[in-house]
C-alpha cells in the first residue's frame, strides 16, 4: 500500500512540473511591486463550507446507515454530493491522528511530523510549512480578510492560530480571520480596557489578561479588528451579554458563530471546527455518540441557513471529512481512542455537495485526507501547488 502511494504522488508531483493553473500563476504575480495587491481579480466561485466532523468520528457512527448517530449526513446529505467512505490517513511515518494534525491535513493538503513550537506534552500549537486553503484563496483573489474565517472552539487555543503557514510567499498577509469564544473575549478585554470604567487595581488585571491572551498568537503582527468583524462581536454581545451564560457553548456555539457570519459578514471560504466529540476521553461513550449527533444537528442548521440564502443557495460546496477517526477496541478502559495511531483511528470519509460536485454517488476505492484541499483549491479556482493531494476528480460533475 505504501508504495502505491508513493507512485500516486509521484505522478501528482510531476504534473505540477508542467506548470500550475492560469489562476495560481496570477496569485505568483501578486508578490511583483510592479502588479500590487490591486492586480487581483473579484473571486467568482462557489462559496466553500468546511465542515470538520470532529473531535475525531469513526465512520460507524456517522456514514454507517446501521449504526448512525447523524440521520441527516448518513440519509439524507450524503445523497445530495460525492461520498468517499474510504478515505484515510496515510500510515507514514510521524503522520499522526490528531486534531491538529488532521485539521492541517484538511486545510494544506500535505502530511508532516507536526512538534508543537514549545515542545510542551500533548499541546498541539503547529505551525505549518505547506500554504493553507485561505492563503491560496486570498492570494490569488481579492477576498477581504473577514470573508475567510475559521470557527474555532472554546477549548482548543492551540487550533486559533492554524490560520497561516511559514511559506515565504504566502504567509501573514493571506491568513484566515478566526471566531470563537476566545476571539470574543479578547475583543471584549480591549473594549473594556478602553472604556475607562474600571479602577486602577481592575484595569491592571484586565491589561495582564490581555497581554497573556495576545501572547499567544505570537506570530501576528498587533493590528485593530477589521470593521466588519468588530461589528459582528458588537452585534454578538448586544444579544448574548458579556457573561458567557447565555450564548451556546461547545458545538452548538460554532453552530450559532456559523450561521452568524454566513449571514452577517458573507464568507467565501468558511471552516467549521467541530470538536465535541473529543470528550470521550473522559471515558463515557455516551458523550461521544452525543457529539456525533449534535455536529449532524449543526450540519444541518448550517446547511439550511445557506438554503435560505438567495445569494448562497446555489452557489455553496460543502465538503465534510473527520480531523481522524477513534479506535474500535471493544475492550479498552477508556472507548473511542486516537492517539494510538490504531488502524480504525486512520479510517475517515470525506463528502462534497454542491454546485458542481456529482449527486448520488459513491466512491468505493481508497482515497486520503490531503486529496481535500487540492480538489477544494480546484473548485475556489486557485491550484494548490504545494500540496500532496491530488484532485478527488469522481467528485467533479
Request: charge should be neutral; glycine fraction near 8%; include cysteine.
Amino acid at each position: 500500500m505504501a508504495g502505491s502511494n508513493l507512485n500516486r504522488r509521484d505522478v501528482f508531483k510531476a504534473s505540477l512540473c508542467v506548470g500550475a493553473t492560469t489562476a495560481f500563476t496570477g496569485a505568483l504575480g501578486a508578490e511583483d511591486p510592479d502588479i500590487g495587491e490591486s492586480a487581483r481579480a473579484p473571486y467568482k466561485g462557489p462559496n466553500i463550507v468546511i465542515i470538520r466532523f470532529g473531535g475525531g468520528a469513526r465512520r460507524r457512527e456517522t456514514i454507517d446507515p446501521g449504526h448512525t448517530y447523524s440521520p441527516f449526513l448518513c440519509h439524507e446529505f450524503s445523497q445530495r454530493g460525492t461520498l468517499f467512505p474510504l478515505m484515510e490517513i496515510a500510515e507514514e511515518d510521524g503522520v499522526e491522528t490528531g486534531h491538529g494534525q488532521g485539521t492541517l491535513n484538511i486545510l494544506t493538503g500535505k502530511y508532516d511530523k507536526y512538534k508543537d513550537v514549545k515542545n510542551e506534552f500533548m499541546a498541539e500549537r503547529f505551525e505549518t510549512k505547506a500554504p493553507t486553503l485561505f492563503e491560496y484563496l486570498r492570494k490569488a483573489f481579492d477576498v477581504p480578510e473577514h470573508q475567510a474565517l475559521m470557527v474555532n472552539g472554546e477549548d482548543r487555543k492551540d487550533e486559533e492560530f492554524y490560520t497561516f503557514s511559514n511559506h515565504r510567499i504566502f504567509g501573514y498577509p493571506y491568513r484566515s480571520n478566526v471566531l470563537s469564544l476566545f476571539r470574543f473575549k479578547t475583543f471584549l478585554l480591549r473594549r473594556q480596557i478602553a472604556s475607562g470604567e474600571y479602577s486602577e487595581q481592575q484595569l491592571k488585571k484586565k491589561k495582564a489578561q490581555l497581554a497573556e491572551f495576545e501572547k499567544l498568537d505570537y506570530r501576528a503582527k498587533k493590528e485593530t479588528l477589521a470593521p466588519e468583524i468588530e461589528a459582528f462581536w458588537e452585534r454578538w454581545q448586544q444579544f448574548y451579554g458579556q457573561s458567557g451564560f447565555l450564548n451556546p457553548r461547545g458545538d452548538r456555539l460554532l453552530t450559532e458563530l456559523t450561521t452568524r457570519a454566513i449571514s452577517q459578514l458573507r464568507p467565501k471560504l468558511i471552516m467549521v471546527n467541530y470538536n465535541d466529540c473529543d470528550y470521550v476521553h473522559w471515558g463515557n461513550i455516551n458523550h461521544y455518540t452525543r457529539a456525533v449527533s449534535i455536529m449532524d444537528m449543526g450540519l444541518k442548521e448550517i446547511a439550511r441557513t445557506v438554503a435560505a440564502d438567495a445569494e448562497y443557495r446555489d452557489n455553496t460546496v460543502f465538503v465534510v471529512v473527520p480531523d481522524c477517526g477513534r479506535d474500535n477496541n471493544r475492550f479498552a478502559s477508556i472507548p473511542c481512542q486516537h492517539h494510538f495511531n490504531s488502524r480504525s483511528s486512520r479510517e475517515i470519509f470525506g463528502l462534497f455537495v454542491g454546485p458542481g460536485i456529482a449527486q448520488g454517488r459513491v466512491v468505493d476505492h481508497r482515497v486520503e485526507q490531503i486529496d481535500v484541499a487540492p480538489t477544494v483549491a480546484h473548485l475556489m479556482g486557485t491550484g494548490s501547488e504545494f500540496a500532496q493531494g491530488q484532485v478527488l476528480q469522481e467528485a467533479i460533475a
